[in-house]
């Protein structure tokens, strides 16, 4: 992942509603979850929830399917593993395995 990339990404999760929206998808998996189903569990109208799903899609976090009448809005998982191997890259002088959970008794 390229900087400009990553600062999107971040600028994106950088706002409480579309971090609980990302939240909310990495909760549900391959299944995803449609638009209205999403505003109705996150209590976001959905005309604001529109625009926070473009900023995840443009950042390269969530992408979304046509099933039918309904759009279906997944993680984008691969877009959320470029972000964490970016962050982590550098970490711990080179030993990235030290950045994971539990790693260390800090």
Known sequence: MEMN?????LSALAQP???????????HGEDGL?????SD??????ATLSFHLKE??????V???RNGRSI????HVKGMQQLMSFLSE?????????CQPGACDC
Do not use: H, M, N, T
Not at 34 to 38: N, S
Not at 41 to 46: G, N
Not at 90 to 98: A, I, T, V, W
């Open 5 to 9: 990339a990553a600062v999107d990404a």
């Open 17 to 27: 509603s579309r971090l609980e929206v990302f939240r909310l998808l990495a909760r």
């Open 34 to 38: 449609c638009a209205g189903d999403i």
């Open 41 to 46: 569990q996150l209590r976001i109208p959905k």
């Open 56 to 61: 995840l899609s443009g950042a390269g976090l």
């Open 63 to 65: 992408s979304s399917e």
């Open 72 to 75: 279906i809005y997944r993680l």
């Open 90 to 98: 550098d970490c711990c002088q080179g030993r990235p395995e030290l």
